[in-house]
């Protein structure tokens, strides 16, 4: 069961679900360059929640019974409220998805893998929610890209082909309906890499799932990096994974550089972290 419907509810007011609402849509800029809530304006002052989820502040049962108390309350009554609220709950849901992944995260450091896996089925769970609430959000397909993507990881490697396919189409998905979704690119670039550098016994596996070897390159996975590099160039992110994918192709020369931009780039999350620690080992160990 997930902790979302474990949680007491904290009898919020319609006026704080309001301001919840408003400052949440804030907290989702670590995950798009564009916030869903840019046409209704984006001088929205910040409430006291809008640390919840941010660099620096762990996940924790605290900011997903927050978040997920805000999801079950609707305090719009008129058609154009309820669009504004289409939309910072679309973003609410996708926050409430990487709460779960990094959580799981935590429980896979600790090796605690029953834990693990129920988090991220989680994390699932509401990525497709997410989408299923608004499937013309950009947004919310790039997060479940990103959710199959850490449920791929746990399981066996023909399970692990099939979920690729869902990766891809999530994300393709998400640039149709905004091609500067910066997320979407990377998991594309990440989609790419991991293809063109299969170990011959999945490239096996990835025919019979596939009918064929889909075309994916190192060459394609440096141009969707360069792109959400271009589109979100202060996250630290894209530039270690193009980092990690130069050095893969020999390019040594091209590895140092980027990596060294992005090590002048702050870490805005843990996942940014992690991509640039193993951009460091390819480009010194290639």
């Not at 620096?56 to 609220?85: H, W, Y």
């Not at 497709?128 to 490697?157: G, Q, R, W």
Request: glycine letters at 4%.
């Amino acid at each position: 069961m997930c902790l979302a419907s474990a949680l007491p509810s904290a009898g919020f007011s319609p006026r704080f679900e309001m301001r919840f609402l408003i400052s949440s849509s804030l907290l989702v800029l670590t995950l798009a360059t564009a916030p869903a809530t840019q046409a209704v304006g984006t001088n929205t002052p910040l409430t006291s929640l809008s640390s919840l989820g941010q660099e620096g502040t762990p996940p924790d049962k605290e900011t997903l019974r927050v978040l997920t108390e805000a999801e079950k309350n609707s305090p719009f009554n008129n058609s154009v409220l309820r669009q504004i609220a289409k939309a910072y709950q679309t973003e609410i849901l996708c926050m409430i998805a990487k709460q779960y992944w990094q959580l799981a995260a935590e429980a896979g450091a600790k090796r605690n893998i029953k834990e693990e896996r129920l988090l991220t089925d989680c994390s699932l769970g509401y990525g497709i929610k997410a989408v299923n609430s608004n499937p013309d959000s950009a947004l919310a397909h790039a997060v479940l890209a990103i959710c199959y993507a850490h449920s791929a990881e746990l399981e066996s490697p023909q399970k692990k082909i099939a979920y690729s396919k869902l990766v891809r189409a999530e994300s393709e998905k998400s640039l149709q309906l905004d091609p500067r979704q910066d997320i979407a690119l990377h998991v594309l670039g990440a989609w790419n890499y991991s293809m063109a550098t299969l170990n011959p016994l999945l490239k096996s596996i990835v025919e019979m799932v596939y009918g064929r070897l889909p075309e994916a390159s190192l060459k394609s996975s440096t141009e969707y990096f360069q792109r959400a590099s271009q589109v979100a160039p202060t996250r630290m992110m894209h530039k270690a994974a193009l980092a990690k994918t130069y050095a893969a192709m020999g390019e040594k020369e091209k590895a140092l550089k980027t990596l060294a931009a992005a090590e002048a780039l702050p870490s805005l999350d843990k996942e940014d972290a992690k991509i640039l620690n193993a951009a460091r080992l390819a480009v010194k160990n290639p």
